[in-house]
């Protein structure tokens, strides 16, 4: 069985940072995922799904994520319940986020070109966030790593790992 969920869009709000009884950080946030398609009318549609976080996620998450914010989401769905004041059960959809990425720096969230600028990963490795592996920026000012595509590259027979 298999339940992974991957989405890509932008937060329709600032996440909320809640603690358990037993202090375990909680954040909740919605994500605005554009549909592949458009409405009758031309419009372009998009689902707004629900994402928790929990623990280090979720305050690292809570400290850098902003309304209008491009993030990728991977997790889970989970399907809860629960009887509401009036005796009605309740069903509440939402993605529970092991993975959490930025897709845009703080100074470029109202701008399509960001590249990732973070990343975070529940139960392991990087969770603190910052740069996870090679790649992304480092010290190289976010330069084209292609931008030499297509001329010839100098390099000896030595160096070829074959």
Request: hydrophobic share 30%; proline share 4%.
């Amino acid at each position: 069985m298999l339940n992974r969920v991957i989405l890509i869009g932008r937060l329709t709000r600032d996440p909320e940072l809640r603690y358990t009884p037993a202090g375990v950080a909680v954040t909740q946030f919605t994500l605005a995922v554009d549909r592949p398609f458009s409405s009758n009318q031309g419009q372009r549609e998009a689902d707004f799904i629900p994402v928790v976080t929990w623990r280090q996620l979720a305050e690292t998450c809570a400290n850098y994520l902003r309304k209008g914010r491009l993030a990728a989401v991977e997790g889970r769905i989970q399907v809860r319940n629960y009887d509401n004041n009036e005796g009605r059960k309740v069903y509440v959809t939402e993605v529970i986020a092991d993975n959490v990425r930025f897709l845009e720096s703080a100074n470029s969230a109202n701008r399509e070109e960001g590249m990732s600028s973070g990343a975070m990963n529940q139960g392991g490795g990087n969770s603190g966030g910052g740069n996870r592996g090679g790649g992304y920026g480092g010290g190289r000012d976010n330069q084209d790593p292609f931008q030499d595509d297509g001329k010839p590259i100098d390099i000896s027979d030595d160096d070829l790992p074959f």
